[in-house]
């Protein structure tokens, strides 16, 4: 069975930094997309970043472009998200995903999902 554990979340203040793991186990996802969306209260899920081919090609939303960055660790089958310059609209519950697609770049793409972890940013 495949889990997705996420953690790292918190309460930071603004401009302060956060990092995201998210810790697969079940199966490998050396070779796979996986990712990280989030989602505030009252709106929809918004895609943050993505290794969206397995090979490690990456892409990032662009609210965050520039501030986080995506990164995995293929011995742990680990991905992370390190959050830098943090902003009060960053605030959500991130959600780490993996796919058993080549290639994955929307939510639909993705076939597990992690519980999610609060970040919260104070201004």
């Known amino acids: 069975q495949v889990q997705l554990v996420e953690s ?7 401009g302060g930094s956060l990092r995201l793991s998210c810790a697969a186990s079940g199966r490998t996802f ?6 990280w969306f989030r989602q505030a209260p009252g709106k929809e899920r918004e895609f943050v970043a993505a290794f969206i081919l397995g090979g490690g090609s990456t ?14 660790d293929n011995a742990k089958n680990t991905v992370y998200l390190q959050m ?9 519950v991130y959600y ?3 796919s058993n697609r080549v290639y994955a770049f929307i939510a639909v793409h993705y076939d597990y ?10 201004s």
């Open 96 to 98: 780490c995903a993996a």
């Open 8 to 14: 790292g979340g918190g309460l930071v203040q603004a």
């Open 59 to 72: 892409n990032y939303g662009d609210s965050v472009k520039g501030r986080f960055t995506i990164s995995r």
């Open 84 to 92: 830098n310059s943090l902003k009060p609209e960053d605030t959500a």
């Open 30 to 35: 050396s070779n796979y997309p996986m990712g």
């Open 113 to 122: 999902w992690g519980q999610g972890t609060q970040v919260t940013v104070s």
